[in-house]
């Protein structure tokens, strides 16, 4: 094997900054600034997130909290994505968030804003292939009666039915996150294209097929309360209809998740440090305004309330079957199963990516396996790990949807905001003493920026550990083992093991990002990995 680099080897701008972060140029830089973009964007996914979870709002807050609540927290949400985005311009690798946490604080910082990325990214890809086989059983009952196969086959009921289209889901997104990253980021720049153009068909369809629309009055002023806190108040003036709307705020908070894989894919990224940072903070305001274009319309569909209170599990797909036929219903419900797939399949290579980068840096078990790359530049063995943690997460939600599903989508937005905002707080404590070169900047307004994300997170944080149900609280006379919410449980056994394993060895050995070498060996390990890959370390190409 050659000992130094083979002749017209060359590294990039972007190698080099990769290099002063201290790593070789591993995987396959092939991505442009819309693709990196469009993982973000897909990830985000306006026809997932808001159409799977819609429930959560419309029963807790109704339609203010659908289309006025959706506002709020895109406005929230593109602030944390400002704020972390100047901290990805300094250091665009796939480590990412923990990285960040590790550079502007310490190794325990590092420690902790990892796992809970590497948690967060793992419920969050669960939740969201869950809830797309909702909603292709509902898709797949109409076309061939699947659950009636499936019970008549099999003896599953409801809960295993779509379980086992979960895991198959999963496993088509993993065998197709092993090929070629080309194949996957092309898929991302399909699906941002099939989001804005199936909002655009979706919205067009809700404008023009149904005969009866709702008012600009419920729409935007009509409020619900379904929940069970403050005897079902629903007036703007009694304090436990804000806690009602606040917990509905999860279904925005949920789908406005995931935009970190701008980051987590900046090594494969060209010109990353301005990229991966504009990738970010556009995800989320493009998809800002493209969701609240969708929600409006679904709410102003809706023919009536009660009927859709009644049929909450599967509300959108409810309300479309009512106010069209079922052609036009099975119509848009495959635009969304073809974007949630497109999604599912974006999830799993940020995740992958991160995880990668965590244990290229030894912080996960059995990480010499998680951190080698294929002959194709892929973290083959994190993309299978990834796919087998979120199959497990999802499992109670065979015996009860509720508590699987509802779990997932708190753990997942509780996880990652905090991992999301951790470096945020250290890079706020630095104030102007952070001067380290980046390509993108929020200048002078980081002060305010951080600080509103910092005191958003927070709130949200507490809101979301509360049952979505009163009779999930556990002093309540008529509590509900399958109403109370399990996230705080989940989260306090993370904290005692991850915690602890810190505090008894971890702190002893784990010395955060280290480096892969001086230049000279990086370029060596490059040059040697040239002549063995299939893939050369970058491409020109900047779809």
């Known amino acids: 094997m050659s000992t130094a680099p083979q002749p017209g080897y060359h590294t990039s701008e972007d190698e080099q900054i990769l290099h002063k972060l201290g790593y070789a140029q591993e995987l396959f830089r092939a991505m442009g600034g819309f693709r990196n973009f469009a993982i973000s964007f897909t ?3 306006i026809l997932a997130g808001c159409l799977t979870s819609y429930w959560v709002a419309f029963e807790r ?12 927290v895109g406005a929230m949400a593109t602030l944390v994505a400002l704020a972390m985005a100047e901290i990805a311009s300094a250091y665009p690798t796939a480590g990412g968030l923990y990285y960040w946490a590790s550079k502007l604080g310490s190794p325990g910082w590092g420690w902790a804003t990892g796992w809970f990325n590497l948690i967060g990214q793992i419920a969050v890809t669960a939740a969201i292939g869950y809830g797309l086989a909702t909603f292709a059983e509902v898709l797949f009952n109409d076309w ?9 086959w099999f003896g599953m009921g409801y809960n295993g039915g779509v379980y086992t289209l979960y895991a198959l889901f999963l496993l088509a997104a993993v065998l197709i996150n092993i090929f070629d990253i080309r194949i996957t980021s092309g898929l991302n720049m399909i699906s941002a294209w099939w989001h804005m153009l199936g ?16 008012s600009v009055s419920y729409v935007f002023t009509e409020t619900v309360n379904n929940s069970g806190y403050g005897g079902g108040a629903t007036g703007f003036s009694h304090p436990a209809f804000w806690f009602v709307f606040g917990l509905g705020l999860l279904m925005s908070q949920y789908t406005m998740t995931g935009f970190d894989a701008s980051a987590h894919t900046a090594e494969e990224t060209h010109q990353a440090s301005r990229m991966a940072a504009v990738g970010m903070w556009t995800s989320v305001f493009v998809s800002m305004v493209f969701g609240f274009v969708l929600l409006v319309a ?10 859709a209170l009644d049929n909450i599990g599967a509300v ?9 036929s079922q052609g036009w219903s099975d119509t848009l419900l495959f635009v969304c199963v073809v974007a949630q797939f497109f999604c599912l399949t974006a999830s799993v290579t940020s995740a992958s990516r991160m995880m990668f980068a965590f244990s290229r840096d030894g912080a996960v078990p059995g990480h010499q396996l998680w951190r080698r790359v294929s002959r194709h530049r892929v973290p083959v063995y994190s993309v299978i790990g990834i796919g087998v943690f979120s199959a497990l997460l999802m499992v109670p939600a065979i015996w009860n949807y509720l508590v699987g599903y509802a779990a997932g989508t708190a753990i997942a937005v509780i996880g990652l905001y905090i991992a999301f905002i951790l470096p945020v707080i250290l890079r706020l404590r630095l104030g102007d003493a952070w001067d380290a070169p980046r390509a993108w900047s929020l200048g002078r307004w980081y002060k305010l920026v951080d600080w509103i994300a910092i005191l958003w997170v927070c709130l949200v944080t507490i809101l979301f550990i509360f049952p979505l149900y009163k009779a999930g609280l556990p002093w309540e006379a008529n509590f509900d083992w399958a109403l109370t919410n399990y ?23 784990f ?7 001086t230049e000279e060996e990086l370029e060596r390990l490059e040059a040697e990995q040239e002549a063995v890959f299939e893939l050369p370390a970058d491409t020109q190409y900047e779809g």
Do not use: C
């Not at 061939?144 to 008549?152: A, I, K, S």
């Open 61 to 72: 807050g109704g339609p203010i909290a659908v289309t006025w609540g959706w506002l709020l």
């Open 144 to 152: 061939f009666d699947y659950e009636q196969h499936m019970n008549d």
């Open 43 to 45: 990830i985000i996914s």
């Open 511 to 517: 010395k955060g990002p280290v480096r892969m070498g």
């Open 298 to 307: 679904v709410t102003f569909a809706i023919p009536s309330t009660q009927g």
């Open 487 to 509: 996230t705080i449980l989940w989260f306090a056994g993370i904290g005692i093991v991850f915690g602890g394993w810190w505090a008894l060895s971890a702190k002893n050995w």
């Open 199 to 214: 909002v655009a068909f979706i919205v067009g369809v809700l404008i023009i097929v149904p005969d009866h629309h709702q």
């Open 316 to 324: 959108v797909p409810w309300i479309w079957k009512e106010s069209m």
